[in-house]
């Protein structure tokens, strides 16, 4: 089954720590991009990182900047995303999504998310 799975969310108070994980199976994650989404209720959804297929290039919107970081685990054919100094307005139900190429336009495979919540 070719799919995107999800974890490591939670509940977390300001300026902790979260790594979510997006593990692949039945293709190699390493072919593609992979960017990480969130959508917070009432909030567009928006693409927050992207780690490249080839050269492994990180990318980041501004504000996670210093804050998140996006790996590869080519053993685990997983991605991660750490996310440290979380601020309540990461609260969002964040995906990760499989493209020829950062940022997409195309995305070949979703996972269903993982809830983070930064509340005290």
């Known amino acids: 089954q070719l799919q995107l799975v999800e974890s490591g969310g939670g509940l977390v108070q300001p300026g902790g720590s979260l790594r979510l994980s997006c593990a692949a199976s039945?293709?190699?994650?390493?072919?593609?991009?992979l960017v990480w989404f969130r959508q917070a209720p009432g909030v567009e959804h928006e693409a927050v990182s992207c780690?490249?297929?080839?050269?492994?290039?990180?990318d980041y919107i501004d504000s996670v900047k210093g804050r998140f970081t996006i790996s590869r685990d080519s053993a685990n054919n997983t991605v991660y995303l750490q996310m440290n100094s979380l601020k309540p307005e990461d609260t969002a139900r964040y995906s990760c999504a499989a493209s020829p190429s950062c940022w997409g336009p195309e995305y070949d495979y979703w996972g269903r998310g993982t809830q983070v919540t930064v509340s005290s």
């Open positions: 780690i490249s297929s080839s050269d492994k290039s990180e």
């Open positions: 039945g293709f190699t994650l390493d072919y593609y991009a």
